[in-house]
C-alpha cells in the first residue's frame, strides 16, 4: 500500500521561511516523479512544484519559482518542499502526490496534506 | 497555460440518477493526458480517470470518463450515496500542470 505523511506545516508569518516534507512508503520511491499540489481553505487544486524520478529535474508553477526548492532523498524516501518569501496567498493544505506513470503526469497517490498559513 | 472550465459549478441530483459533469479546455488537450479525481471533505483528492477514459484501480465502473480536443465528460451513472463528492479535471498536455475550478455534485 502506498503511503505518503507530509509534515512541516505551521503558522508562519509573511516573509519567513518553512520546509514541507513527505515520507514515501510502499513503492519503489526513487522509480517515480513526486509532486506538491496545494489547495487554499474553501478552493480548487493548483499544481505547485515537481521532480521527475530520473535524473531529478525539477518543474514549478510561475506563483512559486524563484522561492520554493524541491528536493528528494531517495536514500531515505523523501520529498521535501523548501519555501521561503512567504506570502499570504501560499495559504494552504500542502499535499504530496505521486506521479501515475512514466505515460502521464497524472496522480495515483496522495497524501493527507500540511496545512500552511501565512498571516501576521 | 491551459485553462479548465469545469460545468456545472453545483449538480444536485438524486441516488440513482446519471451525472454529467463537463471540463472545457482553452486549447486542444490529447486525450492520453487528462485525468478526473473525486474530493471528498475533508479528503485528499482521489484518481478516478486517467488518459481521459481509464478507470484507475479499484474505480467502479459506473465511472466513466470520454472526451478530445477541448471537451471532456465525466459520467456516473447511477449515483451511489458515497458519489457525493467535488470533481476536478486536470490536463498534463502541457506545463504548467492545470486543474479545473470543481464541479460539486450534491444530493438534491
Known amino acids: 500500500e502506498v503511503l505518503l505523511l507530509e509534515s512541516g506545516g505551521r503558522l508562519v508569518q509573511p516573509g519567513e521561511s518553512l520546509r514541507l516534507s513527505c515520507a514515501a512508503s510502499?513503492?519503489?520511491?526513487?522509480?517515480?516523479?513526486m509532486s506538491w499540489v496545494r489547495q487554499a481553505p474553501g478552493k480548487g487544486l493548483e499544481w505547485v512544484s515537481s521532480i521527475s524520478g530520473s535524473d531529478g529535474r525539477t518543474y514549478y508553477s510561475d506563483s512559486v519559482k524563484g522561492r520554493f526548492t524541491i528536493s528528494r532523498d531517495d536514500s531515505q524516501n523523501t520529498l521535501s518542499l523548501q519555501m521561503s518569501s512567504l506570502r499570504a496567498e501560499d495559504t494552504a493544505l500542502y499535499y504530496c502526490?505521486?506521479?501515475?506513470?512514466?505515460?502521464?503526469?497524472?496522480?495515483?497517490?496522495w497524501g493527507q496534506g500540511t496545512l500552511v498559513s501565512v498571516s501576521s | 497555460e491551459i485553462v479548465l472550465t469545469q460545468s456545472p459549478g453545483t449538480l444536485s441530483l438524486s441516488p440513482g440518477e446519471r451525472a454529467t459533469l463537463s471540463c472545457r479546455a482553452s486549447q486542444s488537450v490529447s486525450s492520453r493526458y487528462f485525468a478526473w479525481y473525486q474530493q471528498k471533505p475533508g479528503q485528499a483528492p482521489r484518481l478516478l480517470i486517467f488518459?481521459?477514459?481509464t478507470r484507475a484501480t479499484g474505480i467502479p465502473d459506473r465511472f466513466s470518463g470520454s472526451g478530445s480536443g477541448t471537451d471532456f465528460t465525466l459520467t456516473i451513472s447511477r449515483l451511489e450515496p458515497e458519489d457525493f463528492a467535488v470533481y476536478y479535471c486536470?490536463?498534463?498536455?502541457?506545463?504548467?500542470?492545470?486543474f479545473g475550478g470543481g464541479t460539486k455534485v450534491e444530493i438534491k
Open positions: 488518459g481521459a477514459s
Open positions: 486536470q490536463q498534463y498536455d502541457s506545463s504548467p500542470l492545470t
Open positions: 502526490a505521486k506521479r501515475g506513470s512514466s505515460y502521464g503526469y497524472y496522480f495515483d497517490s
Open positions: 510502499g513503492f519503489t520511491f526513487s522509480s517515480y516523479a
